[in-house]
Nanobody
Framework: QVQLQESGGGLAQAGGSLRLSCTAS????????MGWFRRRPGKEREFVSV????????VYADSVKGRFSISKANAGQTMFLDMTSLKPEDTAVYFC?????????????????????WGQGTSVTVSA
C-alpha cells in the first residue's frame, strides 16, 4: 500500500524559509511524478510544483516561481519543497501527491485529479 508522508510544515515569518519533505513508501517509483499542491484558507486546492521521479522535468506555479524549489533525494523516494521569501499568502495546508503515469515530451501533470496517491498534508503559516 502506497503511503505518502509530508513533514516540515510550521510557522514562519514573511521573508523566511521552510523546507517541506515528502517520502513515499510501499512502492518504488521509477516513472511518474511527485507534485505539491496547497489549499489556502477559503480556497480550492491548487497546484504548486511537480517533478518527475527521473528528475528530468520540473514545473512551478507562477505564484511561487523564483521562490520555491523542488528537488529529490539521490536515493529513495523523497522529494523536497524549499520555500523561500515566504509571503502571508503562502499560508496553506501543503500536500504531496504521486502520479505513476509516464508522460512524453515536456508534459507534466498539474491537475489534482491526475494524481493517484496523496499525503495527509502539512500546515504552513506565514505571519506578516
Amino acid at each position: 500500500q502506497v503511503q505518502l508522508q509530508e513533514s516540515g510544515g510550521g510557522l514562519a515569518q514573511a521573508g523566511g524559509s521552510l523546507r517541506l519533505s515528502c517520502t513515499a513508501s510501499g512502492q518504488s517509483f521509477r516513472s511518474g511524478a511527485m507534485g505539491w499542491f496547497r489549499r489556502r484558507p477559503g480556497k480550492e486546492r491548487e497546484f504548486v510544483s511537480v517533478m518527475t521521479f527521473s528528475g528530468g522535468k520540473t514545473v512551478y506555479a507562477d505564484s511561487v516561481k523564483g521562490r520555491f524549489s523542488i528537488s529529490k533525494a539521490n536515493a529513495g523516494q523523497t522529494m523536497f519543497l524549499d520555500m523561500t521569501s515566504l509571503k502571508p499568502e503562502d499560508t496553506a495546508v501543503y500536500f504531496c501527491a504521486v502520479d505513476r503515469h509516464s508522460y512524453s515530451g515536456s508534459y507534466v501533470p498539474k491537475t489534482a485529479s491526475q494524481y493517484e496517491y496523496w499525503g495527509q498534508g502539512t500546515s504552513v503559516t506565514v505571519s506578516a
